[in-house]
């Protein structure tokens, strides 16, 4: 079944302590990117990666890293996270970037940092 | 001001009805719209993607856009209660994902 899977889907944390989001699609897309989800706010975009060893930042990357070693996964890591940073995460992949709209996503990360 | 304007709901109609969800946005160059349906703790999915203005038709769902308004619009046909979800519209100026702009979504409910 074509897919995106993330993990964890649901993290509680505190404040300063690393944690990382994994995520891995199996349909062989080049495009991956990262949003966060708040209420009134929409779906804001934190970082893309157009292929394997190429990432950009979104509209929000501030206190967020990325790294796209394999096509497949496209981890989000919170080196400090702080409870600025508790949003519903997804993670989304396209077949490549000049496929704007056909964008498939995770089913989402719920992340809490106290 | 927002790029994209949504009226964020909550929206309740009875099953069978025909919904009218709207989406505003400011940006001229947008050529792109899309709108995707996100079920409760799921992500969204995209639903209908259309490019510049007119219409455009899948089953019970029509997607229109109007530019010279700067006003997108998808309407459901015989509402069914799974049906009942967020609706986000969305939109981009050129080709590429990277470039994506979402509204915050109106959420539906259809009544059985």
């Known amino acids: 079944e074509a897919q995106v899977t993330q993990n964890p889907r649901y993290l509680i944390t505190v404040t300063g302590k690393k944690l990382t989001v994994t995520c891995s699609q199996n349909?062989?897309?080049?495009?991956m990117s990262w949003y966060r989800q708040d209420p009134g706010l929409g779906l804001r975009q934190i970082y893309y990666?157009?292929?394997?060893?190429?990432?950009d930042k979104g509209d929000v990357p501030e206190g967020y890293k990325v790294s796209r070693k394999e096509k497949r996964n496209f981890p989000l890591i919170l080196e400090s996270p702080s409870p600025n940073q508790t949003s519903l995460y997804f993670c989304?992949?396209?077949?490549?970037?000049?496929?704007?709209?056909?964008?498939?996503f995770g089913e989402g990360s719920r992340l809490t940092v106290l | 001001q927002k790029e994209v304007e949504q009226d964020p709901g909550p929206l309740s109609v009875p099953e069978g009805a025909i919904v009218s969800l709207n989406c505003t946005y400011s940006?001229?160059?947008?050529?792109?719209f899309m709108w995707y349906r996100q079920y409760s703790r799921k992500g969204p999915e995209l639903l209908m993607y259309?490019?510049?203005?007119g219409n455009k038709e899948d089953g019970r769902f029509t997607a229109q856009v109007d530019k010279s308004s700067k006003y997108i619009s998808l309407f459901i046909r015989d509402s069914q209660p799974s049906d009942s979800a967020t609706y986000l519209c969305?939109?981009?100026?050129?080709?590429?994902?990277?470039?994506?702009?979402f509204g915050s979504g109106t959420r539906l409910s259809i009544r059985p």
């Open positions: 989304a992949s396209s077949l490549s970037a000049g496929k704007a709209g056909e964008l498939f």
């Open positions: 349909m062989n897309h080049e495009y």
């Open positions: 990666s157009m292929n394997v060893e190429v990432t």
């Open positions: 940006n001229s160059a947008f050529q792109y």
């Open positions: 259309t490019y510049s203005s």
């Open positions: 969305a939109m981009s100026p050129v080709s590429s994902a990277s470039k994506i702009i």
